[in-house]
Every structure is written in C-alpha cells, then in structure tokens.
C-alpha cells in the first residue's frame, strides 16, 4: 500500500469506499444508520458534509404520530420486513411524500416502498 501524496477523483473514491465499509461495521454492531453524507476534496484535504448517524430504534415523537397516522403500530421505526429476499429496516418517511417508507436494505442501501407494500411484507407492523 503506498501512502496518499495528493488526493485525486480515483483515490477519493477509493478512501469512500473504506470509510463506508468502516462505517457499517461500526453502524451493525452499535445498531446505528451512519451516512458519510457528501464528499469534496482538494489536492490536500478532504471533506464530508451532511456526516450523519441515527440509532436505527429511535423515533422522534413527530416520527411516531405520523407512523400511527399511517395506520402502524406506535412507532415503525427501526422494524425490519423482508421484500424480495432481502431484510429491510425502516428508518424514516420521505419527506415530500409522506405515504411513503423510507427503509434501508441489508446492503446499506436506502429505498422507498408504498405503506401498502410494507403492510403486506409485515402485516405485524399494522395498526389493529
């Protein structure tokens, strides 16, 4: 391994991927959601904007009315269900539409499914 003299679009992207992959072992075993957020760089510095961790449990009381408002139960913040073959966490509503689910795969990546869609998934997450 040779040591970084100046920082480039292609080594940038390399030191990316290691903070990530540091991250999310980092992330399962505190059971966090952790984000790098944005990254820019010069010839001698990096930096992250938008860095970010969120315990993937915790729902704030806004989180919790609107879940409830959605029809789950208390808070489904945190619950996992599987959709295709892969396990999926629930980590927040997106913002501009709010009938929709905000959950993060078993690969780190974030996707957004209807409530119908996790209702069906999870029919346990459902408000009686």
Do not use: C, W
């Not at 961790?53 to 989180?63: K, V």
């Not at 927040?92 to 905000?102: A, D, E, F, W």
């Amino acid at each position: 391994m040779t040591k970084i003299t100046e920082f480039t679009k292609s080594n940038v992207g390399m030191l990316r991927n290691e903070i990530e992959n540091a991250m999310a072992d980092i992330a399962e075993k505190y059971g966090l959601s952790i984000s790098i957020g944005n990254m820019s760089y010069s010839a001698s510095k990096i930096s992250a904007k938008g860095f970010g961790a969120r315990i993937l449990s915790a729902a704030s009381f806004q989180d919790i009315v609107i879940s409830k408002r959605l029809g789950f139960k208390e808070s489904a913040y945190g619950s996992t269900f599987v959709h295709d073959g892969e396990t999926f966490t629930i980590t927040g509503l997106k913002p501009k539409n709010k009938r929709q689910i905000v959950a993060e795969g078993n690969r780190g990546n974030n996707y957004v499914f209807p409530v119908s869609m996790v209702f069906r998934a999870a029919p346990e997450l459902k408000a009686i």
